[in-house]
């Protein structure tokens, strides 16, 4: 059974527009939700993290959403560039043991 | 600083035999780890180490053996291969666990094909 489940599985958007990835957790213990970005070839990247003491986290045009009470959280990709073309994985933790999800694979088009 | 080191960068390997995936890393982390990538299944953790001479098991240990030696290395051992092991294999650490510094530091990966 999946523990971090992630939608959409692929998502295109136009440049300048918003790209908005989903992910659901099931263990209410995890305390660490971080989202990492992976160009082909390369190895996955931290982007952003949250911790489920705040419902909000932007860094730049990067901004994390997190409602605990849905289990959710989400990324937005403000002004999205062709730049972010990536694939993107959530992710949840609790002391060692980290599952991500199955990653989206984010097209911007110029 | 080269970070984490992961070789080979791509391995083909026959149904039955053995190899060791390799994994440096120079930054003094306590907590390596080896991760698995496959279409539709993000990634799975495979084996964990948080410290020299102390490893455990993952979400997807079984064919898989690990060792810690030194804080610097973390090798991946293929007992046996099986095509079902054909994957994309990452190496990521980390300067410690269960703490607020828990950014994973990832290698470029392994590209393995069982045939």
């Known amino acids: 059974q999946q523990q971090v489940k992630q939608s959409p599985q692929s998502l295109i958007v136009q440049k300048g527009g918003i790209s908005i990835i989903n992910c659901a957790y099931e263990?209410?213990?995890?305390?660490?939700f971080p989202w990492y970005q992976q160009f082909p070839g390369k190895g996955p990247a931290l982007l952003i993290a949250?911790?489920?003491?705040?419902s909000e986290k932007k860094e730049g045009r990067f901004t994390i959403s997190f409602n605990k009470s849905a289990k959710q959280f989400s990324l937005h990709i403000m002004d999205s560039q062709p730049g972010d073309s990536a694939t993107y994985f959530c992710a949840a933790s609790i002391l060692d043991d980290m599952r991500f999800g199955a990653g989206t694979r984010l097209t911007v088009k110029p | 600083n080269a970070g984490v080191t992961q070789t080979p960068k791509f391995q083909v390997l026959k149904t039955g035999q053995s190899m060791t995936l390799q994994c440096a890393q120079d930054m003094n982390h306590e907590y390596m780890s080896w991760y698995r990538q496959d279409p539709g299944m993000g990634l799975r953790l495979i084996h964990y180490?948080?410290?020299?001479?102390?490893?455990d098991q993952g979400e997807v240990p079984n064919g898989y053996n690990v060792s810690r030696s030194t804080t610097e290395d973390f090798p991946l051992r293929l007992l046996s291969a099986a095509p079902s092991q054909t994957s994309v294999y990452f190496c990521a650490s980390s300067y410690s666990w269960g703490s607020t510094n828990e950014k994973l530091f990832f290698g470029s990966g392994t590209q393995l094909s069982v045939l």
């Open positions: 263990n209410t213990a995890f305390d660490y």
């Open positions: 180490s948080v410290g020299a001479g102390i490893t």
């Open positions: 949250i911790r489920p003491d705040v």
